[in-house]
């Protein structure tokens, strides 16, 4: 076994109303709408902790909601304050990496 | 030859401090140069507290300026441990420049000898140090640096740590409030990471070495969640049950994404002090021939030593009772180690984002 490389954030900014960029330590950036990051969340109220099933109605999520904050944990996860009130979801980096839209060309000199 | 500063900084460009890749120039070590005639003004900031890195950096710094015709080097030095990035606002343990965690796979193996003289090494250099018995389960801190009292409350829930031996310590047996082990159960133990996380008023600290409980259970976990630890050491002594132990404990940090600083393999060998004979008593190496399958720093062999236990057992640990003993040089050669790769991650990380984000500020 060797060390397994996993991804820190270098940049986390908003792009849109709705939009969350993150821009990871290999220089890979990624975009996120914030309902479907939302609907996403793997909190235990949010995914059943046994079945993995989702327990929160996808529907329930409006189209408007952002995060009001957003806060880092140790060094491998964020947890997000919601516009809805929600903010049990710690996202690991590696959730986070694997729910994000890759940039089609990186930006230039940002 | 007339000198200017551009002469000064490409002789010196090159030069790096000792046991880290840092160069003087771009870790700011060099913080000031000045010229006058043949005579150069140089102020410096150590990035790690051992004055041995100290003058070989210096000897360097005349050497090659001496070689581009400065006839004499007046040094202004001045140490200033970089403290790590931190990436939250109201993270924990604010005043805490450096926080390394002790930990092992297996109990027994010695993290919490190795978390003693490791702090004590880096007090004796200098550094204003602080260090956390974590180790719910069996607390033997104030044993181990002869620590008598209790610390005093600064307020309803604030604890001053105590002073031992130059040291700021906590132990989870001055909570608990006698010395029978407690048996915590898991939300107890969560709950009393946390205050111990919070509630400790540890004022301004270069280092604060954190001996975590043997093993890899919840209290690690929680701990390696809450705490903003910096970097962490894996003890372990050369037998096979604690080599795969020690991979569980470097997996365990892999998944918090701490950086390893390396492993210490601790009861490395016996010297027998009549004869001078070496006996690899547990069969040595294991330690450095994991650390490179996991390519993580070897750190270095602590060898078997009565006294380092007799230091444990007195409350004299072996880097105050015999520094000159193998044992004892062996864990301030680690204690540097860890030093300069803190002072690593800490310069790399300088200017890394913020992750905080407030929404309707941006
Ligand atoms: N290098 C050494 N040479 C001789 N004895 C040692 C050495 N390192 C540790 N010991 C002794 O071994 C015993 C276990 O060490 P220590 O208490 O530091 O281990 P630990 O890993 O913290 O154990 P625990 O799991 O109980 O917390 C102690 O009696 C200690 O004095
Ligand atoms: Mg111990
Ligand atoms: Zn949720």
């Not at chain 2, 027994?108 to 204003?128: F, I, W």
């Not at chain 2, 047996?173 to 048996?183: N, Q």
């Not at chain 2, 107890?188 to 400790?200: A, D, E, P, T």
């Not at chain 2, 093993?215 to 705490?227: E, I, K, P, R, Y």
Request: hydrophobic residues 40%; contains cysteine.
């Amino acid at each position: 076994m060797s060390a397994d490389t996993k991804h820190t954030i270098r940049k986390l900014e908003k792009a849109g109303e709705y939009e969350l960029r993150i821009e990871w330590d290999d220089g890979v950036a990624m975009r996120y709408n914030t309902a479907t990051l939302r609907r996403k969340c793997p909190c235990a109220s949010c995914i059943h902790e046994w079945t993995g099933e989702q327990i929160l109605d996808p529907l329930s999520v409006l189209e408007t909601v952002k995060p009001v904050r957003i806060e880092p944990v140790g060094r491998y996860a964020l947890r997000f304050h919601w516009n809805d009130r929600h903010d049990t979801g710690l996202y690991t980096f590696d959730l986070l990496r694997s729910l994000g839209e890759p940039e089609s060309s990186p930006r230039k000199n940002d | 030859m007339k000198l200017d500063q551009n002469d000064l900084r490409a002789a010196l460009n090159e030069l790096r401090y000792p046991g880290t890749d840092l160069t003087l120039e771009s870790a700011e070590i060099i913080d000031d140069l000045r010229v006058k005639n043949d005579e150069v003004l140089i102020r410096l900031h150590w990035p790690t507290p051992f004055q041995a890195s100290h003058r070989s950096a210096r000897e360097a710094v005349e050497g090659k300026l001496k070689e581009i015709g400065v006839k004499k080097t007046h040094f202004q030095e001045q140490v200033e441990i970089p403290a790590q990035a931190r990436q939250g606002e109201n993270s924990l343990l604010p005043g805490v420049r450096n926080i390394i965690a002790v930990a092992s796979g297996k109990g027994g193996v010695g993290k919490s000898t190795v978390s003693a003289n490791l702090a004590l090494s880096l007090a004796r250099a200098g550094a204003a140090v602080g260090l956390m018995d974590a180790d719910v389960y069996g607390p033997s801190m104030g044993l181990m640096l002869g620590a008598a009292g209790r610390p005093v409350m600064a307020d309803e829930k604030t604890l001053i740590p105590i002073d031992a031996q130059g040291i700021r310590l906590m132990s989870m047996a001055f909570l608990s409030g006698d010395d029978t082990p407690v048996i915590w159960r898991g939300p107890m133990v969560h709950g009393l990471i946390q205050q111990f996380l919070s509630n400790v008023a540890w004022g301004e600290l270069d280092y604060l070495v954190i001996d975590l409980p043997p093993g890899t259970g919840d209290a690690q976990l929680t701990l390696t969640q809450l705490a903003p630890l910096s970097g962490s050491v894996i003890v372990t002594t050369p037998q096979e049950v604690s080599l795969i132990d020690a991979r569980k404990g470097l997996r365990m940090f892999q998944q918090v994404n701490v950086p390893v600083l390396g492993v210490v393999e601790n009861m490395s060998y016996f010297v027998d002090p009549a004869s001078g004979n070496r006996t690899d008593i547990f069969g040595h190496g294991g330690g450095k021939r994991t650390a490179g399958e996991l390519s993580i720093p070897f750190l270095g062999e602590v060898p078997i030593d009565p006294e380092v236990a007799r230091g444990g057992d007195e409350g004299m640990p072996i880097v105050r009772k015999n520094p000159e003993s193998p044992a004892a040089q062996a864990i301030a050669v680690i204690a540097e180690k860890v030093a300069g790769q803190l002072a690593e991650l800490a310069i790399k990380g300088r200017g890394s984002a913020a992750l905080h984000l407030d929404w309707d500020d941006n």
